[in-house]
């Protein structure tokens, strides 16, 4: 069964601080991942997508990596600010007869605090 | 550009009753998705449309219709509203392009729709 999970659930960093978050996937065949952003009370907003064949991908203070083989990725936030509290969610694809389809985490939720 | 709009933001509905959420994208995307998001739990796949007059399943399709008439339009229909359907529901779309479907998604900002 196609599953990614996430970790941790939630977490609350310094604002300034880095932090890392985690997504593991058991998706078949693989197409590519993606991280997403989820501010409260909006729809998820694309921060970063990878082939299998891509281990690093950034976008300003976001860095997504994948390792295709442990079938691992990680986003790591630089310099948390106050704006990056939100969900983020890991999305992997997989490709099915006519249209890709995405398989969501249950994303991890982020507080950054003064 | 708009983007993906969705109507209405928020509706309470009563048992058995029926009503329609509104989807509409003027990216000119050929590709439209429905989700349902339920607290704690990832995305899920409603309905989905490859383009004007096609339409498939998802992975929790029961209790739901879809049409899409227009290339902009992708309304999303409850019959007989339950209060398992109480959710957020999003609607996305993206373009036909990018090797191994490296496009992106675009979601609109959601209908939460409560079922009493």
């Known amino acids: 069964k196609n599953q990614v999970e996430q970790s941790p659930q939630s977490l609350i960093i310094l604002e300034g601080k880095n932090c890392t978050l985690q997504?593991?996937?058991?998706?078949?065949?693989?197409?590519?991942l993606r991280w997403y952003k989820q501010d409260t009370g909006r729809g998820p907003v694309s921060l970063t997508i990878?082939?299998?064949?891509?281990n690093t991908k950034s976008n300003g203070r976001y860095t997504a990596t994948l390792d295709a083989d442990t079938k691992q990725s990680s986003l790591h936030i630089t310099a948390s600010q106050l704006s990056d509290s939100a969900s983020y969610i890991c999305?992997?694809?997989?490709?099915?007869?006519?249209?890709?389809?995405?398989?969501f985490g249950t994303g991890t939720r982020l507080q950054v605090t003064l | 550009n708009a983007g993906v709009t969705q109507t209405p933001k928020f509706r309470i509905l009563k048992i058995g009753q029926s009503m329609t959420l509104q989807c509409t994208q003027d990216?000119?995307?050929?590709?439209m998705y429905w989700y349902r998001q339920d607290p704690g739990m990832g995305l899920k796949l409603i309905y989905y449309?490859?383009?004007?007059?096609?339409?498939d399943k998802g992975e929790v399709p029961n209790g739901y219709n879809v049409s899409r008439s227009t290339t902009e339009d992708f309304p999303l229909r409850l019959e007989l509203a339950a209060p398992s359907q109480t959710s957020v529901y999003f609607c996305?779309?993206?373009?036909?392009?990018?090797?191994?479907?490296?496009?992106?998604?675009?979601f609109g900002p959601g209908t939460r729709l409560t079922v009493l």
């Open positions: 996305a779309s993206r373009s036909r392009q990018g090797a191994r479907g490296t496009d992106t998604q675009y």
């Open positions: 997504c593991n996937y058991t998706v078949s065949p693989f197409s590519n």
């Open positions: 990878m082939t299998f064949s891509e």
């Open positions: 999305v992997v694809s997989f490709l099915t007869g006519t249209a890709s389809k995405l398989t």
């Open positions: 990216m000119n995307h050929n590709y």
């Open positions: 449309s490859v383009g004007a007059g096609i339409t």
